[in-house]
């Protein structure tokens, strides 16, 4: 299967957030982008042939989620993640940041504290600050070279700001962290201790590295259902990004009124007919293609950090546990956060996102997508070591 993704397809024309707007996000055409989480693989053949079958039928009109797309979600969580749903626990957005946006109207007044931690995935704060809820920050730790939780400063920021809502990344993106069970509950004890809902996104939750063992927040105790809201999709896992397509797991009764409601306010509670067929298809038949993936995605990882650990030793990185995103630290370079930015455009023609976008734990980090055929990626990593040879004197060996 190693053939199948180390096809190199051309994305350029097809409108892709990742190839065709080099010039809107870098400035310059000639980068090679290894940035924004979306993959450089055909999405599995099942897939698109489910897509096919659908355009084939010819009538595109609405349509609605059937029994059989609930059975699969509802596998899937239960062989994959050992979370047992029934269909009515289930609802669909048009995605996860969509979703965060509805539970925080939901669950929380104007003016209220919502706690995320930093750095993390920015759509968070992003969302947080658009629906004019206050910020509350928690800084991760890097201890053991990967970010740990601070749960003295959450417990404490949580008491002291009267926080109402924490939105977990669970997976962690960018740091690739797959939080044990141990973490999990003491956060969650904390949350519950104080009642602070939880919005766990678990979308990078099937693109785990052996032998990290991820947790579905709501699964370690009986009692979390009544305040925890998982958000999963098959669009990272499957590189569906473009179909819009999500769901929501909430297993308390009230609580999935309440963000039913908010969800019928705006009429968002669907999703479209190629995110039902989509995510039926993934669900039920790309399991082998997933297992192959996350196998291709482990060597391209290896070859990453071999690739790091000799050419350029003195440079940090957090081997992730999870996710196809690599955090790595640039404070050596020596630059301010728009410099080096600049720096890997301009010398490195290489569009990465930047570290600080994620917050002030960010700064002098850069994030590369390694989610691409293997010749991309060795590709990435010599325009990546160029820009620190330019800047530190050695070579290009
Ligand atoms: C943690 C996390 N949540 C959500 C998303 C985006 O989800 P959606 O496209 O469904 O809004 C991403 C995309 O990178 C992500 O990393």
């Not at 039902?276 to 192959?292: H, I, N, Q, R, V």
């Amino acid at each position: 299967m190693s053939k199948y993704f180390d096809e190199n397809i051309n994305r350029h024309g097809t409108h892709s957030v990742k190839w065709d707007m080099n010039e809107a996000i870098f400035g310059k055409a000639d980068v090679l982008p290894m940035w924004v989480a979306d993959m450089d693989f055909a999405s599995p053949q099942p897939v698109i042939e489910a897509l096919h079958q659908l355009v084939d039928s010819r009538i595109l009109g609405y349509s609605f989620a059937p029994d059989s797309l609930y059975d699969t979600i509802i596998n899937w969580q239960t062989e994959r993640h050992h979370l047992l749903l029934k269909k009515e626990d289930i609802l669909f957005s048009p995605g996860v940041v969509p979703s965060i946006a509805a539970c925080i109207q939901a669950l929380t007044q104007k003016g209220e504290a919502v706690m995320i931690q930093d750095p993390v995935y920015h759509p968070f704060a992003d969302m947080v600050d658009m629906n004019e809820r206050q910020l509350i920050l928690s800084a991760l730790k890097i201890e053991d070279d990967q970010y740990k939780m601070d749960f003295v400063d959450i417990e404490k920021q949580i008491i002291d700001q009267q926080v109402k809502l924490f939105i977990l990344c669970n997976p962690h993106n960018p740091g690739g962290r797959v939080w044990s069970a141990d973490e999990l509950t003491t956060l969650l004890n904390i949350c519950q201790k104080h009642h602070v809902k939880v919005i766990s996104d678990e979308i990078h939750n099937d693109l785990v590295y052996q032998p990290n063992q991820f947790h579905s927040a709501v699964t370690l105790k009986e009692s979390y259902a009544s305040f925890v809201i998982t958000l999963a999709a098959p669009t990272k896992t499957f590189n569906l990004a473009g179909i819009k397509n999500s769901m929501l797991f909430i297993l308390d009764t009230d609580l999935r009124e309440k963000i039913k409601l908010q969800q019928a306010k705006a009429e968002m509670s669907n999703i479209n007919t190629f995110g039902y067929a989509a995510t039926e298809a993934a669900f039920s038949k790309g399991s082998m293609w997933l297992d192959e993936l996350m196998l291709y995605l482990t060597d391209n990882l290896d070859i990453i950090c071999t690739f790091f650990d000799k050419e350029l030793p003195d440079v940090f990185y957090m081997r992730p546990q999870a996710t196809y995103l690599l955090w790595f630290d640039c404070s050596s370079l020596g630059l301010e956060d728009d410099a080096l930015m600049e720096a890997f455009v301009t010398e490195g023609k290489i569009g990465l996102n930047a570290g600080i976008s994620y917050g002030q734990q960010g700064a002098q980090f850069m994030r590369f997508n390694f989610a691409a055929p293997r010749e991309t990626v060795l590709e990435g990593l010599k325009r990546i070591k160029h820009v620190f040879d330019l800047h530190q004197g050695h070579p290009l060996s």
